[in-house]
């Protein structure tokens, strides 16, 4: 019935989507706080025209969250919360663009125009598919609930205090995020693991001022020598994090974890040749992807002191600087591996000069989710029919601090139910969402909403 | 005789010597060419006039050098080649000065001027000393050259092609220099030993661009870490330097030599506070000092890479830097020294890295002289004669070129023979000369002249 439905309303729903596109609802640019208004305004009218209840434009002292809900499928069947935002990256460099940004233009089966893909095709699918839903059975079939933001695209800074506030408004058994990317157009994938990030600052202070190299040569600890000294002791000559402690909360990949990885295509050669490297390098054991996907790094991420002009300049610099930062996997706690770093660089600190270390600003927590979970499972048959394949299980390096939020302020784990691609050009000129994924994705949450009302989600 | 020929032209001397001052011979200002010039004439006309012969000014393609002899002591003589130089530093920040840099001013037995202790102060007393000598005794005990320069305040650029062009006109037994310093008002020294220098410039390339610490972390080898492990490999855990060969021509240090720089007053605690630093570090079983003056050494003079901003920005950088300088001792020869840390990055380079060695420009020899040499000897007598105390054998940790150059050119070791000391505001504004050295300073090169007849410097 519902299927029927969003054939019958395609045209509507997909020019109501052009309509959000066009809204240059840019976060990070105050001469378009307006229009961020303005789409959340647009994300309200269309969550309350589409049966959602009790809708509300929440302030966060920033750009702000659109509320909804509908909870009359009766305590038995799970809460879902599905996430995904309405702002967008900045457009420039406009010359760039082949079509404007915010003139959403269809060609080749895809539209063209800034946010198209990320995330305002994710927004709307579920909105539509609840839509569809409840003008063909009357009632939804578990209880949903929308937490759609408007301020990822600037690090989410109000969205952990705003969520710590509103808990119980917010309660949920599962997060649905659909802003999330699939493997390719053919192939889906549920993503499992993210890493959790923490930073530290080292400064290194030998003497007064900048020193003759001549006059008082030998007789100091050199700054940038004590810190290339520092960073040397990060790693053992295997390439394996020597941080005592570091690997203490790690959850350690069993066998099927690491056949799931195994499972993903990988091309070693054409990823050597993108990055412009000779020879991948890391932790002994683990296999290149899983470094990058399932182990904690730790990297410099910029180093400096003294001379750095051309010639020659013969001076024992004062002082000396690095920055470093770790991405943790579960069960690292950011703040922990925080203290055993600085514990480290104390200890390892050389004699003759002074080192500071300096936690960084900001952290985040790794997510680690049971590819066995039931929600994982009933989102992972509904992709094998959406694309005909089972998806893969991965793991990202990177971090999705707004995750682990829900994870810790919420007690519940969130699946990756989005429709983009990684070619889409996102953050790029030319972004594009393929018209194919906008009819899968409404599909996709009519059949995730009904599967999971079957699916005991600890809510029982 | 000539002392009572140096009492009764006392005041025309010194008349003399503020004129000279008077020149703003800044061999670093394009605007003072014409001064460095006139400097060059003045010095010229003063050596003719004191009875020195063949006098001439001599291109080098850069600022002049003067040229004059008086070689009628005879064969069996020794003949000396006096070195110094006409241009001075430039003077400002002028506001810092007392009374204006190039209008000498006499006060508490002192004159404050730019270039009146470095180094017209020194230029003048065996000019005027060979007119004394000239004047009272109608020849000279030892065969004289001058070789007077006005490009020593930008590092003697054109010197070493136009002293390798000019070896048979400087050709000498011996160079005195009166380009040098004392080690106080009341206390004299001899130098022994100059350092090398010799720099190499590493770097370190991995990925194409930098890179997304999350999307690709511990996937490749972080060429800032990967340059800390090269520069932690320039020395063992106690101190001393690692690179191969590195010490093998090192001329050690005997327990005589340990004996003479032990006799040098030495005060520890007030050198660390001067430098800010709580200790002092270096290579093991070696004093401070000696690590200072006499072992060579190995220095990071900048190393730089990746994100230096404020905050944290989560990148594995594309690049990193490092610049190296050795102060070098005999017999180091810089070019071996700089193949040798060349050999060593190259053998320490990680995998995954590209890693490149550049020498840099301009090497400087060191110098060694024994201390038992005969000049040094006879110097020691007329100094220890001048001031009531015999002189320090004092090692120098910085490198002055010209003197190498002479023992390289000329095949002829140099004699520190000059009347600066070190609190006069070299460099510096409020500059001063002591009237007590101008004196001592023309006594000092009548006594050495007369002393040096009688020596064998290889000469017969």
Known sequence: MWQQYLDDNHDRFFEEYLDLVRIPSISSLPEHMADVEKAAEWT??????????????????????????????????PTLLIYAHFDVQPADPYELWDTPPFEPTIRDGRVYARGASDDKGGLVTPIFAVEALLQTTKKLPINIKFCLEGQEEIGSPQLPPFMAEHKEKFACDLVASADGLQWSETEPMLVVALKGLCAVEISVRGPKGDLHSGLHGGVIQNPLEALANIIASFRTTDGKIAVEGFFDEVVELTAEDREKIAAVPFDGPAYKDQLGVTDFYGEPDYTTRERNWARPTLEINGMWGGFQGDGTKTVLPSEAHAKVTCRLVANQDPHQIEQLLIDHIKKHAPVGVTVDVRAG??????????????????AAEVLTELYGQSPYFVRVGGSVPVIPMFQKELGADTINFGWTVGDENLHAPNEFFRLANFKRGMRGYCMLFERLATADLGNK
Chains 1, 2 share one sequence.
């Open 361 to 378: 600003r900001g952290v985040a927590y790794p997510f680690l989710m049971d590819s066995d979970h039931p929600a994982n499972q009933i």
């Open 44 to 77: 309200a009218t269309r969550l309350t025209a589409a049966g959602i209840e009790n809708v509300e434009i929440m302030p966060t002292g920033g750009h702000p969250v659109v509320y909804g809900d509908w909870l009359h499928a009766g305590d038995d069947k």
